[in-house]
């Protein structure tokens, strides 16, 4: 079983910044592919960001936004920079034992999500 913890959303104005963290533990692995989805109210969950042997952005953040991973502490981080209301959502940690899943989006562990809100 693995288990992900999301932490750091919040509230911010536009034009802010915040990093989420997501902390894996149980069976997972440092190697894993490991995602950030996100769902705002009334509407369905999307990507964001994906990391595995590169890194994947959404177009929607590329060149805001920059995944990273922690291998010591099995963590993986999401670095928001330039937030814009449009980006309020929950934020979702994703895990999985095939690289692939970055790619195809297809991950078996998720996390419980955490909110973040952008005020303009």
């Known amino acids: 079983q693995v288990q992900l913890v999301e932490s750091g959303g919040g509230l911010v104005q536009a034009g802010g910044s915040l990093r989420l963290s997501c902390a894996a533990s149980?069976?997972?692995?440092?190697?894993?592919?490991m995602g950030w989805f996100r769902q705002a109210p009334g509407k369905e969950r999307e990507f964001v960001a994906a990391?595995?042997?590169?890194?994947y952005y959404a177009d929607s953040v590329k060149g805001r936004f920059t995944i990273s991973r922690d291998t010591a502490k099995n963590t993986v981080y999401l670095q928001m920079n330039s937030l814009k209301p449009e980006d309020t959502a929950v934020y979702y940690c994703?895990?999985?034992?095939?690289?692939?899943?970055?790619?195809?989006?297809?991950?078996?562990?998720w996390g419980q999500g955490t909110q973040v809100t952008i005020s303009s």
């Open positions: 990391i595995s042997w590169g890194t």
């Open positions: 994703a895990a999985d034992p095939d690289l692939k899943a970055a790619i195809l989006g297809e991950y078996a562990y």
């Open positions: 149980g069976r997972a692995s440092s190697s894993y592919a």
